[in-house]
């Protein structure tokens, strides 16, 4: 008989919550016994590892809400951690653009809640000083974030899994979770590696945060989505065309930024990304195709509900999945100078959207509690930026939900 090994908290995700949480735990309590189980072979392998690196400045999020106040928090303890870590970054800035006068009353209210939310030296900008920062955008007014900067997260996870290690927390990788039993004190967790016992859990699995839910035998109030964003990466003797983050004015009725310019923090500088519904959640290209999870999307009423409020949007974005025209012609609204030819297709992320049954798109962080257990259900950009906070708030929670 298989002997269970045991712990007071087991955190299921080897992403940069999973890692954050088990880390802040581990500094706040360190006689409890955390480990962190990852399917992967490798730490930050999903949605940590697939995103374009932003450090995000909190110019989007409404005031009050979880993203606003993690985010800008979040942003200048990520400098603090990186710099005590020898960690690169770089705040190379952002302009928010916009192209025509239709869009100037959505840019000021970015500029409303970005003031609002503390963002740091945040400016409107008219387009001759538009034209001194990016030279070759197009734009009649702008948003300047000089603070928003570029990393890597995978880097930045690997320093806190490493730091959670050193204060005593354990990390299993290619660890599976296959089934969840709860029975009174004790949660069991079945893996490929053998079972884990522990008195309570926190589910930072990203695109398997629900069925995490489902596997405790509770019922979730949402449905994670899986979006595919697809990147272009820039010719190398286009790349002078941008200096720093070139986005657009968003659409404020769909949580995604459209497609904007990022320079990499290792060199080159990435198109995109797009948003298109991904067969798979983990279907980081067209041909992945994974037929239970592509049918319990189209069996969720709440895709439907979506579909009707979004169906417009939504043909789009996938015109200009299949259409590398089309994709050029949406760069070229920010960045005329771009052509067709100057476009290398690159890798692609999947968002896990949660999505409630009536279609609405969670467009702030979730993060519930059940008996023993705190799931964290709806965590997308800026959810990296926001990881030390993030950390920080579920370790609250489970400071008093646990009784810790």
Known sequence: MTTSKKYDVIVIGGGILGLSTAMKLTQSYPKYKVAVLEKETEVATHQTGHNSGVIHSGLYYRPGSYKATLCVRGARELRDFCDRHDITYNLIGKVVVATNEEELPALETLFERGTANGVEGIQMIDAQRLNEIEPHAFGVRALHC????????????????????????????????????????????????????????????????????????????????????????????????????????????FPFLGVHYTRLIHG????????????????????????????????????????????????????????????????????????????????????????????????????????????????????????????EHIVDLASKSFGL
């Open 146 to 253: 000089p603070n928003t900067g570029i990393i890597d997260y995978k880097e930045v996870s690997r320093a806190y899994a490493t730091e959670m290690q050193e204060n005593g927390g354990d990390l299993f990788m290619n660890t599976k979770v296959l089934s969840i039993q709860s029975s009174g004190e004790a949660i069991s967790v079945q893996t490929s590696q053998g079972d884990f016992e522990g008195k309570h859990l926190i589910n930072c699995a990203g695109l398997y945060a629900d069925s995490v839910v489902r596997m405790m035998g509770l019922k979730s109030n949402v449905r994670i989505i899986p979006f595919r964003g697809e990147y272009y990466t820039i010719a190398p003797e286009k790349h002078h065309l941008v200096n720093g983050l070139i986005y657009p004015v968003p659409n404020p009725l």
């Open 268 to 391: 080159g500088v990435e198109a995109g990304p797009n948003a298109v519904l991904a067969f798979a959640r983990e279907g980081y290209s067209k041909g992945i195709i994974n037929i239970p999870e592509f049918m319990g999307t189209l069996g969720y009423r709440g895709f439907w509900s979506m579909s009707r409020k979004y169906w417009k949007t939504g043909m789009g974005e996938i015109y200009r999945s299949f259409s590398k025209k089309a994709f050029t012609k949406a760069l070229q609204k920010l960045l005329p100078a771009i052509q067709e030819e100057d476009l290398v297709p690159a890798g692609a992320g999947v968002r896990a959207q949660a999505v409630d049954p009536t279609g609405f798109l969670l467009d702030d962080f979730s993060i519930v509690e059940t008996q023993n257990a705190i799931h964290v259900q709806n965590a997308p950009s800026p959810a990296a930026t926001s990881s030390l906070m993030i950390g």
